[in-house]
């Protein structure tokens, strides 16, 4: 038995190697709208790190998604790439034609799945922001669509039925018009960057227009009679009407004074519903997105991708946490705690999630709203073609410009921005 102690001296020798061998990855996360979700979101990846040995995630909380985009670009290019990034779903397009994303089938692949098998419990509508030429680049994580929020009391005071929302432009004209006083108006939406652009697809998508080109990353609609339709809508809401409040309001302040009685129906993100159902006073509703020509709404939220320049070890630790991360356990509770709905199907079918539906009956408007919904906003150079339009959309709102001028100068700026990868996909003719 003289063996034993060698044996063991053997295995301590190797426990520090054994250690060592941990995964260390970093995970890229942005709190795009209100509420605890930094904190929330360290503690899953705490709960993931505790449940396991093999990777040890190392969350960095890094703002706005714009924020995310240019700080993950920026590790990759200084050689140390996170691992897995929650980035808005609209970006993944521009990240793959940049060359900043990988293609997750190679991990599909070495599992003995296909992206379809893959996808099945996801809702068809998310699967567009995920897939970019017929490869899976991104796995939907948080998703949103965006949602009417009423004051219920402020409507009965109006002497509007609090349980019937405005459902078109004409009504919820007619709804802001009564609620607006000398110290509260009647609409809000939100008008900083990111958001307003958001806001502006699903306006110009309800007036029965088209945003972008879904299958075609130089090409956007712009200077067209819906989107005109919409902004011109928007810049009456403020000068003609009187209804909502001039100039440049952010998201978050738009919730604060939703929540402060200053503001008595707003378009917010679904995302925020758990922030405002936590801390608002008054009786509350939530209700579609009012139509002008149709319902329709994008989709908005944030997918997991993986960044270039990952050794083999930091791709197998960063797959497998994004598959944790988008589980159907893990995102039905997300789901419950943020107010985004999850794009996966199953939680749905959970005893938690039903009893939670049960109980809180606004979070299923989102969901009602899904066979309406078309894929978020997605060119080549996503954030400046983005803010091409809100920038005239912002001038608008101050008074500077009218919505005539307005779209005409967003397309002219966007399609600038757009022409390298227009001249480099367009046929030259001899």
Same mark, same amino acid.
């Given at each position: 038995?003289?063996?034993?102690?060698?044996?063991?001296?053997?295995?301590?020798?190797?426990? $520090?190697?054994?250690?060592?061998?941990?995964?260390?990855?970093?995970?890229?996360?942005?709190? $795009?709208?209100?509420?605890?979700?930094?904190?929330?979101?360290?503690?899953?990846?705490?709960?993931?790190?505790?449940?396991?040995?093999?990777?040890?995630?190392?969350?960095?909380?890094?703002?706005?998604?714009?924020?995310?985009?240019?700080?993950?670009?920026?590790?990759?290019?200084?050689?140390?790439? $996170?691992?897995?990034?929650?980035?808005?779903?609209?970006?993944?397009?521009?990240?793959?034609?940049?060359?900043?994303?990988?293609?997750?089938?190679?991990?599909?692949?070495?599992?003995?799945?296909?992206?379809?098998?893959?996808?099945?419990?996801?809702?068809?509508?998310?699967?567009?922001?995920?897939?970019?030429?017929?490869?899976?680049?991104?796995?939907?994580?948080?998703?949103?669509?965006?949602?009417?929020?009423?004051?219920?009391?402020?409507?009965?005071?109006?002497?509007?039925?609090?349980?019937?929302?405005?459902?078109?432009?004409?009504?919820?004209?007619?709804?802001?018009?009564?609620?607006?006083?000398?110290?509260?108006?009647?609409?809000?939406?939100?008008?900083?960057?990111?958001?307003?652009?958001?806001?502006?697809?699903?306006?110009?998508?309800?007036?029965?227009?088209?945003?972008?080109?879904?299958?075609?990353?130089?090409?956007?609609?712009?200077?067209?009679?819906?989107?005109?339709?919409?902004?011109?809508?928007?810049?009456?809401?403020?000068?003609?009407?009187?209804?909502?409040?001039?100039?440049?309001?952010?998201?978050?302040?738009?919730?604060?004074?939703?929540?402060?009685?200053?503001?008595?129906?707003?378009?917010?993100?679904?995302?925020?519903?758990?922030?405002?159902?936590?801390?608002?006073?008054?009786?509350?509703?939530?209700?579609?997105?009012?139509?002008?020509?149709?319902?329709?709404?994008?989709?908005?939220?944030?997918?997991?991708?993986?960044?270039?320049?990952?050794?083999?070890?930091?791709?197998?630790?960063?797959?497998?946490?994004?598959?944790?991360?988008?589980?159907?356990?893990?995102?039905?509770?997300?789901?419950?705690?943020?107010?985004?709905?999850?794009?996966?199907?199953?939680?749905?079918?959970?005893?938690?999630?039903?009893?939670?539906?049960?109980?809180?009956?606004?979070?299923?408007?989102?969901?009602?709203?899904?066979?309406?919904?078309?894929?978020?906003?997605?060119?080549?150079?996503?954030?400046?073609?983005?803010?091409?339009?809100?920038?005239?959309?912002?001038?608008?709102?101050?008074?500077?410009?009218?919505?005539?001028?307005?779209?005409?100068?967003?397309?002219?700026?966007?399609?600038?921005?757009?022409?390298?990868?227009?001249?480099?996909?367009?046929?030259?003719?001899?």
């Amino acid at each position: 038995m003289r063996w034993l102690p060698s044996l063991a001296a053997a295995v301590a020798v190797l426990a $520090p190697a054994f250690a060592g061998a941990q995964t260390k990855i970093d995970f890229f996360f942005p709190v $795009p709208v209100d509420g605890k979700l930094a904190r929330e979101m360290t503690r899953l990846t705490k709960v993931y790190n505790d449940s396991q040995k093999e990777v040890a995630v190392t969350a960095v909380y890094t703002g706005s998604y714009d924020d995310t985009k240019l700080k993950a670009q920026a590790a990759a290019n200084a050689g140390k790439p $996170p691992a897995v990034v929650l980035m808005s779903a609209n970006f993944v397009l521009d990240l793959k034609l940049a060359g900043d994303v990988i293609s997750l089938e190679p991990m599909l692949k070495a599992e003995g799945t296909t992206r379809e098998k893959f996808l099945d419990d996801f809702w068809p509508a998310v699967h567009a922001n995920a897939v970019v030429d017929g490869d899976l680049y991104a796995v939907p994580f948080q998703n949103s669509t965006p949602l009417l929020y009423y004051n219920k009391e402020h409507f009965k005071e109006a002497g509007l039925d609090p349980e019937k929302p405005p459902q078109t432009w004409a009504e919820l004209v007619d709804a802001a018009k009564k609620l607006t006083k000398p110290d509260r108006m009647g609409f809000g939406l939100p008008e900083g960057y990111d958001y307003l652009g958001w806001i502006m697809e699903a306006l110009s998508m309800s007036n029965g227009g088209r945003y972008f080109n879904e299958e075609y990353g130089g090409e956007v609609y712009y200077d067209t009679p819906t989107m005109l339709g919409a902004v011109q809508f928007v810049e009456d809401l403020v000068f003609k009407h009187k209804v909502m409040q001039q100039g440049v309001v952010e998201g978050g302040a738009l919730s604060t004074n939703f929540l402060a009685g200053k503001v008595s129906m707003m378009l917010l993100s679904t995302g925020s519903l758990s922030f405002v159902r936590e801390n608002m006073k008054q009786p509350f509703g939530v209700a579609f997105v009012p139509r002008n020509v149709r319902n329709a709404v994008p989709i908005g939220g944030g997918s997991l991708v993986m960044f270039k320049g990952l050794n083999d070890e930091q791709k197998a630790a960063g797959w497998k946490f994004a598959k944790w991360l988008s589980s159907t356990e893990t995102l039905g509770g997300w789901s419950r705690f943020t107010g985004y709905f999850s794009p996966r199907k199953s939680p749905y079918d959970t005893a938690e999630m039903k009893d939670f539906m049960a109980k809180n009956p606004e979070a299923k408007v989102a969901l009602d709203q899904l066979p309406y919904a078309k894929p978020w906003f997605a060119t080549y150079q996503t954030v400046a073609v983005r803010k091409a339009l809100e920038d005239e959309v912002q001038a608008v709102l101050n008074g500077k410009k009218k919505a005539p001028q307005a779209v005409k100068d967003a397309q002219k700026n966007a399609d600038a921005l757009m022409k390298p990868y227009v001249d480099q996909t367009a046929l030259k003719l001899p």
